[in-house]
């Protein structure tokens, strides 16, 4: 069982991620206020997600986080496709990431000086189904084996496709966790990452400590990594602090870009951090993370301004 991160930590200092795949999507024309979100354009012009992921590429990410956060059987089905149609369009989400990674990567001088980047199929949390701004709270009044049985067959899929590493992202919860780790040993010869979205600095969206968290996780062989997702930026630096007490685990940090998210209205308020991205990833990979990049309201400029100063490192 390769641990895909840890094959490339040990030769690499930082693995970059990419940013928001819905913020390219709208600048590209998509729009995408549906309960679907970016998962619609599956539906509608794949072409386009791939050239996003090719965007991310060029601008120094290694690794793509597939279209599929909120692309459940579930919600494919509730707009009239059958659990066939769904599935298909689940897996093409990485397939349509594995094209553009292996297009980018047969290019010689897009080889110099970094790793063959790999394609981490998102999987969103429950709360992302619901599509009531729930995976912002955790507050799911579900038991742990109803969270497994909606993950189960989207995960199932996603790994068939080719994915490299499951992206569990955005979990609101410890509950939920748990119930991905559980169902982890299902699939044996895969790894995910466990990224939390978190209330404040020491805080996961339910009000777990990250740290209980992380100490928890430190336990499973196939978490490969540890972290948080789509959280103002200003909460990331505490809480890799708080992670770092409880897990030897790479940590894994992708915020937004500093606005806020009102889930009633789907709109966002306020102002990007005055700091720029780049800068201030340099202080999260001083703080300890070994996977930066970013969600919400990030793009492929933010992307290039970490691999500016990172490919500079060294192990």
């Not at 049985?149 to 410890?174: V, W, Y």
């Not at 790479?250 to 606005?259: A, D, F, K, L, T």
Request: aromatic share 8%.
């Amino acid at each position: 069982m390769t641990n895909t991160i840890q094959s490339i930590l040990n030769k690499f200092p930082l693995i970059i991620l990419d940013g928001a795949m819905a913020t390219e999507l709208e600048r590209y024309g998509c729009d995408l206020n549906d309960s679907l979100w970016s998962a619609k354009i599956l539906m509608e012009n794949p072409d386009l997600i791939k050239q996003v992921h090719l965007d991310y590429f060029h601008a120094g990410a290694d690794c793509a986080i597939t279209a599929s956060y909120q692309s459940t059987v579930e919600g494919f089905t509730k707009r009239g496709l059958n659990e066939a149609e769904a599935l298909h369009l689940i897996q093409e989400s990485v397939r349509l990431a594995v094209k553009a990674r292996d297009e980018f990567w047969a290019v010689p001088e897009n080889r110099e000086g970094r790793p063959k980047p790999i394609v981490a199929a998102s999987v969103g949390p429950y709360g992302a189904f619901l599509a009531d701004g729930s995976e912002y709270q955790g507050n799911y009044k579900v038991t742990e084996d109803k969270l497994a049985d909606f993950h189960r067959h989207r995960m199932s899929a996603l790994i068939n496709a080719g994915a490299d590493i499951l992206a569990c992202e955005t979990i609101p919860c410890l509950s939920e966790a748990k119930a991905i780790v559980h169902l982890l040993k299902e699939f044996p010869d895969t790894h995910a990452w466990i990224s939390f979205s978190a209330k404040d600095g020491r805080h996961i969206s339910d009000g777990t400590r990250a740290a209980d968290c992380a100490k928890w996780l430190d336990q499973h062989e196939q978490v490969a990594a540890v972290g948080i997702n789509c959280t103002p930026i200003e909460h990331i630096p505490s809480l890799i602090g708080e992670i770092k007490k409880q897990t030897a685990k790479p940590i894994i940090v992708y915020p937004n870009s500093g606005e806020a998210y009102d889930p009633e209205t789907k709109t966002w308020h306020g102002n990007a951090c005055s700091e720029s991205f780049g800068e201030s990833a340099r202080r999260w990979y001083d703080s300890g993370a070994q996977l930066i990049g970013g969600c919400c309201r990030t793009k492929p400029e933010d992307i290039r301004a970490v691999a500016e100063w990172s490919r500079k490192l060294e192990v």
